[in-house]
């Protein structure tokens, strides 16, 4: 090699990550009650539809179930956008207040605990192995995978009416 040869050591340039779409719902049927999530992913002309649910639950938590259920299905890094009906959910993740509510021992106040614990902890895990965005969306309005992820989640709900499934979380906070 001459002296006016030149290598470039530096790493090419890091790949894009693939890109996925996550429409997520939740449902109760009574609140608390039997209750199902829903979520529909999208990567490119790839789509897969989930569903489940619980014999005894809240429409939160099943909207928290579908966040993490959805994310939990991606098997590598990705650059996630996820849509749920639910401002719970994204506020609380884009307003930091879950994060807050982690550095103060999840609690919300002085004397409220912060609920669904058990779901935050996992969703901020869930949240890290990903570049996610979420983004809320009007639920029973025009957007058509929502609507599907709706009817996802009443399926959910329906069928764990007569279910031994148990929400363990939930349960185990409200001493069932």
């Not at 999208?42 to 789509?47: N, Q, T």
């Not at 639950?57 to 299905?73: D, H, Q």
């Not at 590598?76 to 719970?88: A, G, H, M, N």
Request: glycine letters at 8%; charged letters at 30%.
């Amino acid at each position: 090699m001459d002296a006016q040869t030149e290598i470039n050591f530096q790493n090419p340039a890091k790949p894009e990550l693939p890109e996925v779409i996550i429409y997520t719902d939740g449902a109760c049927s009574g609140n608390p009650g039997s209750g199902g999530y829903g979520v529909v992913l999208i990567a490119g002309d790839k789509r897969r539809e989930l569903y489940g649910g619980f014999r005894l639950t809240t429409n939160n938590r099943m909207e928290m179930t579908a966040a993490i259920e959805g994310l939990k299905a991606i098997k590598r890094e990705c650059k996630v956008t996820l849509y749920s009906d639910s401002k719970y959910l994204v506020d609380s993740v884009i307003k930091g207040w879950v994060y807050n509510w982690e550095k103060k021992g999840w609690m919300r106040t002085k004397t409220e605990r912060a609920l669904n614990v058990d779901l935050w902890k996992e969703l901020l895990i869930m949240l890290k192995k990903h570049k996610v965005t979420l983004k809320w969306v009007k639920g029973h309005a025009d957007n058509v995978e929502n609507q599907i992820a709706d009817r996802l989640a009443v399926k959910g709900s329906t069928e764990a009416k007569n279910s031994s499934l148990i929400d363990a979380g939930f349960e185990a906070q409200n001493r069932f």
